[in-house]
């Protein structure tokens, strides 16, 4: 938060742009629940999902693994030194989880109806009843996570506090079984529609490789939510903070290197056992080869070009470019790849009213997440619980 902003000058260019993305957004969310889905978007029957599932679903999702990731490698792993970026990591997941579930109500048709599947008429058999279940599960952990923060801030809730903190271990533990489950089983549920997906992106591997890169897409949200918060709410960071700041970037930087060069890995495999070989020379497999070897095989080079060299710089860029490879590779497995074979005016493109709703909901988390950092302890150990484990 600027020094003009504290003062109360509302009149910046990121409130202005806010501003007029909140506007919009409420229109347009008047217009899809008292008119619905079809006033504000391209959806039909050959194209029951959108840029609402491809975005705000699976690339939030994806991009929110940094929650998971951080925690395990701090918790489980035992590398304490990365403590004091775990409440900022867990914060940035909880909001992308959260913004999930909002932007759900805006797809289906019914939202009211949301909790029946978990509540009242399980359908276990199903794959997107288990990311469901998986997604409200891990949604609560990660606010559990979370409220010891909350708790800090407004004092007189330390027996609470204090039992939080204690299932700190029992509540990473579930957090990464649950994102294993939902993480692939995203993945599983393009599995069941073989002919509506070109075959370059087809693949039985799909569960694994979403898993995967879920890892290393986690791992670079935190380097570039690091970066942007280090630019703009260093005031609030204290020295376990900032002492472990640049080791946690190298660290994730040589850790999304190997695993990026295992996803490669299995998208070549993936590609070799089913003999596909022949779509390499059409139009998608220029495309396909755009997104492997321009977002995987050369930031993964990147990222380990970086560690080894120590450039903070180097990593910090390519972690930019990994979210944007993630954010291209679920847009291809859900927009660009499905339905390939319709003729083009039958093929799916999102609305402004589809586009205006996804920006809405990015700026409400970039809200939610300016508010909380400038108010509670985040990049920081609050005072009274210096001495303490937290």
């Not at 939030?60 to 030194?81: M, N």
């Not at 004092?155 to 533990?173: A, E, Q």
């Amino acid at each position: 938060m600027t020094t003009e902003t504290q003062k109360g000058t509302l009149f910046t260019p990121w409130n202005i742009v806010a501003g007029i993305i909140l506007a919009a957004g409420v229109v347009v969310t008047i217009m899809r629940f008292t008119m619905g889905l079809g006033a504000v978007t391209n959806l039909s029957d050959n194209n029951p999902w959108g840029i609402w599932i491809g975005f705000d679903l699976l690339c939030g999702v994806a991009l929110a693994a940094g929650g998971y990731t951080t925690s395990a490698a701090c918790y489980i792993f035992g590398f304490k030194r990365f403590h004091g970026a775990v409440r900022p990591a867990i914060l940035t997941a909880f909001l992308g989880y959260a913004l999930v579930v909002f932007a759900l109500n805006y797809d289906v048709g019914r939202p009211w109806r949301l909790p029946y599947p978990i509540f009242y008429q399980q359908g276990t058999t199903s794959i997107l009843f288990e990311v469901g279940l998986c997604v409200f599960i891990y949604l609560t952990v990660l606010f559990l996570e979370y409220l010891p923060a909350a708790l800090e801030w407004k004092r007189g809730f330390d027996k609470y506090r204090d039992i939080l903190v204690k299932l700190t271990m029992g509540l990473t533990i579930l957090g990464v079984i649950l994102s294993t489950l939902h993480q692939s089983s995203l993945g599983a549920l393009y599995l069941i529609a073989p002919s509506k997906l070109h075959p370059l992106w087809y693949t039985p591997y799909l569960p694994v490789m979403f898993f995967m890169s879920s890892m290393f897409a986690g791992m670079s949200m935190v380097i570039f939510e690091g970066t942007l918060s280090h630019k703009h709410f260093h005031h609030k960071m204290d020295d376990e903070y900032n002492l472990g700041y640049e080791d946690l970037q190298m660290a994730f930087s040589k850790a999304a290197a190997w695993i990026m060069a295992g996803y490669l890995a299995m998208k070549v495999f993936g590609l070799a056992m089913d003999n596909r070989w022949q779509y390499l020379g059409t139009g998608y497999g220029v495309w396909w080869l755009t997104e492997v070897v321009g977002f995987v095989a050369l930031p993964c080079y990147a990222y380990a070009v970086a560690y080894r060299d120590r450039n903070l710089k180097l990593a910090r860029f390519t972690a930019l470019w990994t979210v944007l490879g993630i954010v291209l590779n679920r847009f291809n497995i859900s927009l660009v790849a499905f339905n390939w074979q319709l003729p083009s005016v039958d093929r799916y493109f999102p609305s402004a009213g589809e586009i205006i709703i996804s920006l809405f909901v990015v700026t409400i988390g970039v809200i939610a997440f300016r508010f909380i950092v400038t108010r509670m302890p985040i990049f920081y150990v609050h005072p009274a619980y210096k001495d303490s484990s937290h």
